[in-house]
C-alpha cells in the first residue's frame, strides 16, 4: 500500500467555517479527503490498541491557525506518519486501520450505505451481477461472485478482483488489484467514467496451482476462458503450429489440455503492462514490461531503434521501491490562483544483482508502477511460501477464512506486503536479501541464460534476444 498526500485543499464545514482537508492517495489514487483531528483520531486508537511503544510520531496540535508554510509542514508530517503505520509490521496490516480507510473512502465520495447490484466482468466479456452492499469490502464482493458463480470456497483465494480500463479498441490496462482496505463499489462509482470495469482472474503465478483450480467445473472454466482471452490479445506468444493445436482442441472442448498446452507457451501467466519508459540498459528507453514466472520481463526499444528483450529474476532484487512526484501536465491548464495543473509521477525502483559483487539500479517509470510492485510483492509471497514448504492452498484457506465479513468482529491481521513508499529525502527501501538468500529453485538462482540479465555473461554488454518492431 503506498501512501501519500500529494495536496490540501480549503473547504467549508457545516457551519459556514473552513477547514484544511488532506487528500490522501493510496496507491496513486485519491482515497479520501480527511481532515488532522480524524487523523489524530486514528492515532489515538491506535495507541490505545497497540500501545505507546509501537505507534510512530504524531504531528502535534497548534493552538493558532495555521500559516501556509505551517500546513505545508504538517502534511509532510501527516504523509511521513501514514508511511510509518502502513510500513509497521503490526499496524500496517490491522483491521483497524483497513477499516479506518474504508469509512474515510465511503465518507468522502458521500456514497450512503444501501443495496446495490454491481457487475464483475469475466475474461471472456461476460459480466456477473453481484447484489451487495455500497459497504462491502473487497473479500465481501469477491465471495459474492464466487456464490453467483457457484465457486468452492477453497477455491476463492486463488482469484481476486482487478480494477481495469478498457479502450475503445478493446485494449485492457490493469489499474489495480482491489485491496482489503477499499469498497469496491465506491471505488468504480468514483471514477464517473464507463472505461473502467471490475474483472475477475486468478490472483497467483505459479503454474503449479493450476491444478487445484482445474479439479472444480467453475475453476477449470474460469482458467481457460483467461487463457483464451490472454491468448486472443496476445499476451501470450503462439506459433501457428501452436495455433493450429489450440485451434483443434478448442474444437474438441478439451480445456484441460488446451490450459496445458497453453502453459507451455511463453508468457503463460503473465500480466503485460502498457508501454512506459525505463532507463536501462540506457537513459529514456521506451519499454514493454510484462510479469510472470518471477521476473519482469522487459521489450526494450533503444535510442538506436534496435529492439532487445531481457528479464529480471525477483529473487536477484535486492530491494525496491515506489516514489511518487508530482509534475507540471504539459499544456495543461492553469489550477487556482494560477498554478500549474500538476499531474503524479509514479517510478518504481529496484536494485538488481547484474553479477557477482556487482548491484545496478533499474527504474521503470509508468502510472502502474504500484501494481507492478504489488505484482512483485505477490511473487515473493508465493516464494516464501514454497520455500518454508508451506502450501498455498492452505495459505489462501487461512487467509479466506480470518478475512473479516459483515457479520464477524474479529480483527484479522494478514502478513504485511513488503510495498515501501519511501519519503523522497530518506533511503528506505524493500529489502529481501534476507528473506530470499536461501531460496534457490531450478531455473532462478543459477541461470546463465542470454535472456536472464542476472547472467554472468553481461558485464555491461546487454545481450538481449532482438525482437520484431511491431511489439513496441
Known sequence: MHFSIPETEVRSGENGSTFVAYNIHVNGVLHCRLRYSQLLGLHEQIKKEYGTNVVPSFPPKKIFTLTPAEVEQRREHLEKYMQAVRQDPLLGSSELLNCFLRKAQQ??????????????????????????????????????VASKLDLPDDLVGYFSLFLVRESVDGGLTFVRKLQEFELPY?????????????????????????????ENRVGLNLLYTQTVSDIERGWILVNKDH???????????SKKEFIRLGQTLKYYGYTKFDPCVTDFPEQGCHVM?????????????????QMKEGSFKVTRMRCWRVTSSQVPVANGSAGPCGSAKLDVKLELAFEYLMSKDRLQWVTITSPQAIMMSICLQSMVDELMVKKSGGSLKKMLRKRHNGSIHRSDSQHAVKSPP???????????????????????????????????????????????EGIGDDDL
Open 243 to 253: 495455433h493450429r493445436q489450440l485451434k483443434s482442441l478448442q474444437e474438441k472442448g
Open 107 to 144: 465518507e468522502t465520495q458521500q456514497i450512503p450505505t444501501e443495496e446495490v447490484t454491481l457487475e464483475v466482468g469475466l475474461s471472456n466479456g461476460q459480466k456477473v451481477t453481484v447484489s451487495i452492499l455500497t459497504s462491502d469490502q473487497t473479500e465481501d464482493v469477491l465471495e459474492a
Open 418 to 464: 513488503l510495498l515501501e513508499s519511501p519519503d523522497p529525502n530518506r533511503e528506505q527501501v524493500v529489502k529481501l536479501s534476507t528473506k530470499l538468500s536461501s531460496v534457490s529453485l531450478r531455473g532462478i538462482s543459477a541461470s546463465n541464460s542470454a535472456n536472464d540479465v542476472s547472467g554472468n555473461d553481461f558485464h555491461g554488454n546487454y545481450a538481449f
Open 289 to 305: 514490461v510484462s510479469a510472470g514466472n518471477n521476473e519482469l520481463n522487459f521489450h526494450v526499444k533503444l535510442p538506436s531503434e
Open 186 to 214: 465506491v471505488s468504480i462509482t468514483s471514477l464517473r467514467s464507463t472505461e473502467f470495469h471490475i474483472l475477475l482472474r486468478k490472483s497467483y503465478w505459479d503454474m503449479a496451482y493450476d491444478v487445484d483450480v482445474m
